[in-house]
């Protein structure tokens, strides 16, 4: 009977150890990503994971491939521009308005 009650409490502790397991996994950047059933780091650890280079949660990256590409042409230029190239009057003949960056500094400015 004594060797019966001793696989309880290991069983009881592998069992706590899970659900402590489980309760950081859902605290951290783990409940997210996608490696996070094989990771070394999440089932080493005794904290929620907040940083981690591995970390993917296989979202795909669409916020560029949203934005419309800028139409080309002066006139599209113009109020694709940044800066102080956005509202001025001599943009569209100007060739500092095509500057990616934006002009925040300009002599010719109207």
């Given amino acids: 009977m004594a060797t019966a009650a001793a696989p309880r409490p290991q069983n009881s502790t592998a069992r706590s150890r899970a659900e402590e397991q489980k309760a950081l996994r859902d605290a951290s950047l783990c ?3 996608i ?3 094989d990771c070394v780091y999440a089932a080493n650890t005794d904290r929620p994971v907040l940083c981690c280079e591995l970390f993917d949660d296989a979202s795909q990256r669409t916020a560029r491939a949203r934005a419309a ?3 080309s042409g002066p006139a599209r230029r113009v109020n694709w521009a940044r800066g102080l190239c956005a509202d001025c009057a001599a943009a569209a003949g100007c060739v500092l308005a095509a500057s990616e960056g934006g002009v925040w500094w300009c002599e ?3």
Avoid: S
């Fill in 31 to 33: 409940a997210t990503c």
């Fill in 35 to 37: 490696q996070a059933r």
């Fill in 69 to 71: 590409a800028p139409e």
């Fill in 108 to 110: 010719e400015y109207e």
